[in-house]
RNA sequence: CGGGGUGUAGCGCAGUCUGGCUAGCGCAUCUGGUUUGGGACCAGAGGGUCGUAGGUUCGAAUCCUAUCACCCCGACCA
């Protein structure tokens, strides 16, 4: 396999000589075991519209789509990212399919406040612990003039109020006062919040002081039925993310030293990313009687006792833009699965003059309608025409970058041979198709190119994860590619193991994590991998975001 | 909070060690022209109180002191 060098493109006579040494040294990594090989066809160096490569540096390489597709940028808080059209139409259409897959499931949005008074959080013992050193703190409510020109904070209050972290508290408190009878039972709410967990370390979409996200908050009045919710909510995020990001993920059991603070027990989905590192796409909580217990969530039940009642939470965040990002796209940028896309199908006029361009408009206009009437997962073909001033190669570059699926050019030519010239771009080679056949192929194109990316992602998940039995097999798979910074190793491990303890020091040695307990893991017995003793535990272990 | 680094045009950087012409370069932007099935070329133009505040000096982007911000590593992180 073959590393893309990108930094030949470099001008003769560039004043930074030093480019070309790089180039050099980069040109030497070419034996990496990288899961994106070179094309069949590879004539030596390209010109990728991403540099870095992923090969070459990935998580460099993951700040540069971003900022090629226009999806977000840093802000001027320290820590909290500006969404920009583009991510946040993703963003968007995520939001539309998991509200509707939760609305048919049962649950309602609602809205709880922003703010939670300190003493809600003081109440959950472990859920102190857990979020209390990532809380930002209001702790006044008015400015005034300091004297010197600027302003300073008056009007201390006399509770601080905590920005939330998560809801189980103030939703917790809410839901005390309106469960009183069984019949009250179950509550299914769900809100789309922000929330602020204070990271002393952040990126663009995987970890932001403030993020985006739903979370839903039940209440039940047996714990089956709380573990039935919890597991359902866990199906669904699955599916979400498997049939409509193209990203498959692995379901599993978090142990108890990974589980939601306050949480008895801890679903997850987890997903591998191209770097082969994990990454948690959602959560779902079953989080027994302790937060009822905590905030007095009592009801009568139907013998007449006072009994306390069993909740659940769960939620996904905009993080989810960035598992899709690191999950499909290449050295070009950006590739989006079409059902997410927020533009599927960009047409792209040519022209050379104001004769062709009415002529070149006016036939894009009606295949637009053409594609528009199309139906593609229930909803019309979602079509675009980019008509402006703009040259030709860089308006296709810009779509290339920002991962529309299907880019459509046309010209006088195509016009001439009622076609058009068209390019998937999972795919990336361009042929000239007939008009009737691509307006009757375009939903094929789609469906492929979704089917596509969930199965590439899922045969390099595969690739990657193997069964592992003892120290120094772990050891081995997970040592670094090479010495750079940003190298991984590995990738998912299956181990027996015996327990948490007997493998904390080694997986802290290493920086890997136990993702999960996954719940279709063999049944039987095993032997830990570090201890040898007989187990009946299998997890999935791997380097995390 | 510990260790390291960086702040110079919209973006990316050189210049700082060894103080001295009008502070440069690439990309981007604007104008004119030539191009036109592909990430163009030529010519020209605009854009900077060199992070901030003091100090040393005839003279500071450059040396000294303080301060702020950001980045990386660690710690931390459903």
Request: charged share 25%; with cysteine.
């Amino acid at each position: 396999m073959t590393a893309i060098c990108s930094w030949r493109r470099l001008k003769d006579g560039h004043p930074r000589k030093k480019h070309s040494d790089r180039c050099e040294a980069v040109c030497t990594w070419i034996a990496l075991p990288f899961c994106f090989p070179a094309p069949e066809n590879y004539m030596g160096p390209v010109k990728t519209a991403i540099s870095p490569t992923r090969a070459e540096n990935y998580p460099e390489w993951y700040q540069q789509v971003i900022k090629g597709a226009d999806l977000a940028e840093n802000s001027a808080v320290r820590g909290c990212m500006v969404i920009k059209p583009w991510g946040y139409a993703i963003w968007e259409n995520m939001q539309k399919v998991l509200d509707q897959m939760f609305k048919d499931t049962g649950h309602q949005n609602a809205y709880f406040p922003l703010f939670i008074p300190m003493s809600f959080l003081e109440k959950e013992a472990e859920h102190v612990e857990g979020f209390a050193k990532e809380c930002a703190v209001v702790t006044h409510h008015r400015l005034e003039p300091d004297g010197k020109g600027g302003l300073r904070p008056a009007g201390e209050l006399e509770e601080p109020l905590i920005v939330r972290p998560t809801s189980e508290t103030i939703i917790g408190a809410t839901y005390a006062k309106w469960v009183q009878s069984y019949r009250d039972l179950p509550i299914l709410i769900n809100q789309w919040a922000n929330v602020v967990r204070w990271e002393m370390r952040t990126r663009l979409f995987l970890r932001t002081a403030e993020f985006l996200w739903q979370e839903g908050h039940t209440v039940h009045a047996t714990a089956e039925e709380a573990l039935e919710e919890t597991r359902k909510m866990l199906e669904v995020y699955a599916d979400f993310v498997e049939n409509y990001m193209a990203v498959p993920v692995i379901k599993g059991e978090k142990t108890a030293g990974e589980r939601f603070p306050g949480a008895d027990m801890t679903l997850s989905i987890e997903a591998m990313m191209q770097d082969r590192k994990a990454l948690q796409a959602g959560t779902s909580h079953f989080l027994g009687q302790n937060f009822s217990k905590a905030q007095e969530i009592k009801f009568q039940d139907k013998n007449g006792d006072i009994v306390h009642a069993w909740t659940t939470s769960w939620g996904v965040s905009t993080r989810l833009v960035g598992a899709l990002i690191m999950t499909h796209s290449d050295d070009d940028g950006l590739v989006l699965p079409p059902k997410l896309a927020p533009s599927q199908v960009v047409i792209i006029p040519i022209y050379r003059d104001d004769t062709q361009r009415e002529e070149v408009i006016s036939y894009c206009k009606s295949l637009k309608q053409e594609l528009a009437s199309q139906i593609y997962a229930d909803q019309k073909v979602r079509v675009d025409i980019d008509d402006r001033d703009m040259q030709g190669g860089n308006k296709k570059w810009y779509h290339v970058k920002r991962g529309v699926p299907i880019r459509i050019e046309v010209g006088p030519k195509d016009i001439a041979a009622n076609g058009a010239f068209v390019t998937r771009r999972d795919l990336g080679q361009s042929k000239s198709m007939l008009r009737t056949d691509l307006v009757s192929g375009v939903v094929g194109m789609l469906t492929e190119m979704q089917d596509n990316l969930f199965n590439r992602a899922l045969a390099m998940q595969k690739a990657n994860t193997v069964e592992i039995h003892s120290e120094a097999e772990f050891r081995a798979y997970f040592v670094p590619d090479d010495d750079r910074e940003c190298s991984t190793g590995g990738g998912f491990a299956k181990c027996w193991f015996s327990s948490e303890e007997a493998v904390q020091p080694l997986l802290d040695e290493l920086k890997v994590t136990i993702r999960c307990i996954p719940l279709d893991s063999p049944k039987g017995e095993g032997k830990c991998f570090m201890t040898g003793q007989p187990t009946t535990t299998m997890g999935i272990f791997a380097k995390s975001y």
